[in-house]
């Protein structure tokens, strides 16, 4: 599998990525590509392991360890070395249902459950992946075709985010009838508008989505379920609903001045950018929403990232990032071992953008706003900022973090983006539709079930899962379509 000294032949190498000085000038990707004979190296470093976790898809101490769709990495890698792409994308699409967006948008457990990354650094699975599907699509390869015959069953699809999406890929496949239901004016749900268009230009997105409404999937949008759309119409219609709308309810920040004029939440910020910039077909650049002022973004995942990186292109006067928790290690503790997911500091993109501009990196830990603190006018002038501690809950034994008094000072800020997380599915949702949820709001099932306590209703995705990965998304979809199209015809060959 590969060549088997490669490993130790090459170095692992990146795609050419655009200098900050010039990607921060619009709202276009910046990640290039390296020629064949370059990617075919890059393959060349999967060694033949014998243990190859990165496919492997399982929980190791609460975190995904490898890929959770269990691409069969090793396979797609030795092709690509081979320079067998048309079968490299052939294994590929066994397995994955969009690998343009994953190549763009995953953290790559595969990567850090490689073995080469043991003692070097991983093989760099995600960039082959999307060489591959590139490929695919510029050579006619990429195809969502119509099913020869069709089953007479109906599936309703509510949401069109990458859980949503895969369902109704397959289940289109099997023959049912599938529509998707998206409350927005766009296909792609958190894809669409909750990622930049630098991260994922939406060109990516819509080519995709075009193939499938030649393949027969009925797309509908602008249709609020539960509030447009009475459920019961799609209960009644439909021989089986897929909930897949996704974990859309934010975490807020509860703060005195907390109603102070320009504090937002993340994903409705980078919403707006997102839809202002498709609306005027990249001619206008929405910088009146932070040009000149002091921004702070409450949390440190991927979604307080993005804000950074899309602040900067707005003109931001400067950009803080406010972490709760300690900073990470630079490298892995000895109780984070291979192949866990590494529990280490990571400088993404928005960071290494802030650095360039600003002059260092914009997250503080170990912080939060203790107040907002508004003008007469009510609009936002200045947060103050408390440090924090871990201490232990005498009653629970659980660590948290607690504001360390004294340490309180005020910062300007005129805009605060909230981006602390999500706690669960919208409630106007699963009341609709009458469905059981757990504690966390998710929508409640069985052990590794898709099936809610309501009759003929599925459920994939955040929805179902809680916030999460994109790939792990696609996974969800997949399976969903597999316990539906089981439930219709009484077996299932998905």
């Known amino acids: ?53 990165c496919q492997a898809g399982c929980m190791i101490a609460g975190m995904m360890s490898g890929c959770p769709l269990h691409n069969l990495v090793p396979e797609v890698n030795d092709l690509v070395y081979r320079g067998r792409m048309d079968e490299a994308y052939r294994r590929l699409s066994v397995t994955h249902s969009f690998p343009e ?85 766009r296909v792609g749900g958190l894809l669409m508008y909750g990622i930049p268009n630098m991260k994922l230009e939406k060109r990516i997105i819509e080519r995709r989505i075009g193939l499938m409404k030649e393949a027969g999937v009925h797309f509908v949008v602008n249709a609020d379920i539960g509030r447009d759309i009475p459920a019961e119409q799609l209960s009644n219609e439909f021989d089986s609903v897929i909930l897949a709308c996704g974990a859309s309810n934010p975490r807020d920040i509860q703060a005195p001045g907390r109603d102070a004029k320009g504090i937002r939440f993340a994903v409705d910020f980078l919403s707006e950018v997102t839809g202002r910039l498709l609306d005027s077909d990249f ?47 630079e490298e892995r503790a000895k109780s984070n071992p291979w192949p866990e997911w590494p529990r ?22 170990q912080t939060t706003v203790k107040e907002f603190v508004k003008d007469k006018k009510g609009n936002l002038k200045e947060v103050v900022l408390v440090s924090l ?64 306590s309501k009759s003929r209703i599925y459920t994939a995705g955040d929805m179902h899962r809680g916030q999460s990965l994109v790939v792990r998304a696609i996974a969800e979809g997949r399976e969903a379509a597999k316990a539906v199209d089981k439930a219709l015809m009484g077996y299932s060959n998905l």
């Open 1 to 53: 599998m590969g060549k088997t000294t490669g490993f130790l032949e090459y170095d692992r190498a990146d795609g050419p990525v655009r200098p900050e000085e010039e990607r921060v000038k619009d709202f276009y990707e910046f990640h290039g590509e390296l020629n064949q004979r370059e990617r075919e190296k890059q393959a060349a470093r999967c060694m033949d392991c014998g243990v190859p976790f």
């Open 101 to 185: 967006f994953t190549s763009r948008v995953c953290p790559a457990l595969c990567e850090a459950a490689c073995t080469c990354g043991l003692n070097d650094a991983p093989v760099a699975t995600k960039e082959n992946e999307r060489a591959v599907i590139e490929y695919a699509y510029e050579h006619g390869l990429v195809t969502e075709e119509a099913p020869a015959v069709r089953t007479g069953k109906r599936v309703a699809v509510v949401g069109s985010g990458p859980a949503g999406l895969a369902a109704a890929q397959l289940l289109n496949k099997r023959g049912h009838e599938v529509t998707v239901y998206e409350r927005h004016d």
């Open 283 to 329: 001619n206008e650049v929405p910088t009146d929403l932070a040009k000149d002022k002091d921004v702070i973004v409450i949390g440190g995942g991927d979604t307080g990232n993005d804000c950074v990186g899309s602040c900067i292109r707005l003109g931001a006067k400067s950009v803080t990032q406010l972490e709760m928790m300690p900073k990470p290690l």
């Open 344 to 365: 280490i500091l990571k400088v993404d993109y928005g960071q290494e953008e802030a650095i360039w501009k600003f002059g260092a990196d914009p997250r503080v830990y």
């Open 389 to 452: 501690e871990a201490k232990r809950d005498e009653k629970t034994g659980r660590m948290n973090m607690v504001p360390v008094e004294g340490t309180e000072k005020k910062v300007p800020a005129q805009l605060v983006l909230i981006a602390a997380g999500f706690l669960g599915s919208e409630k106007y949702v699963t009341d609709a539709f009458g469905v059981e949820t757990d504690a966390r709001t998710n929508v409640k099932t069985g052990a590794a079930d898709f099936a809610t």
